[in-house]
């Protein structure tokens, strides 16, 4: 838990005045689709998560007057080797399936969907959108 939510809270603790100073700003955090509706057997990470967007809303609201924008992605079941769809079904036959089968696009996200979501928030074109837990989740959250 510290790691998700203490080390959110302390990164944001040490940019906040760089980018006082600079006048502007964008932080991303990371949080999850367990953030915004929790998961089961995962307690801890869900709390975790669900800090990590609480720390996010409230640091946007107490910035944004300084321009600096705070939001965070929360991410759905996404292939890396880290969520290996074909490794899952090695240690239990057909259980990428069944986590599958609950995301409305019946598929998981490739790291590059993430990858673009991130980039636009960090962006200008993104320049009014601040204190959101935007979901990457094929309609999971919907």
């Known amino acids: 838990m510290s790691v998700n939510s203490s080390g959110v809270f302390y990164c944001i603790k ?4 760089i980018m006082l ?3 502007k700003g964008v ?11 929790g ?16 720390i996010t809303k409230t640091a946007a609201i107490e910035y944004a007057k300084n321009n600096i924008r705070v939001n ?17 079904d090695k240690l239990k036959e057909g259980i990428s399936e069944k986590i599958k089968a609950n995301v409305p696009m019946k598929r998981f996200a490739n790291v590059m969907e993430q990858v673009n979501t991130m ?3 960090c962006s200008d074109e993104a320049s009014f959108i601040t204190g959101q837990a935007i ?7 919907a």
């Open 14 to 17: 040490t940019q906040i005045p």
């Open 21 to 23: 100073k600079q006048g």
């Open 27 to 37: 932080i991303l955090n990371t949080s999850s689709i367990a953030g915004i509706r």
């Open 39 to 54: 998961l089961p057997n995962a307690i801890a990470y869900s709390a975790s998560k669900h800090a990590v967007i609480g």
């Open 72 to 88: 965070a992605l929360c991410p759905v079941f996404t292939i890396t080797p880290m969520f290996d769809p074909e490794s899952m």
């Open 119 to 121: 980039l636009w928030l």
């Open 135 to 141: 979901s990457v989740d094929g309609g999971l959250t």
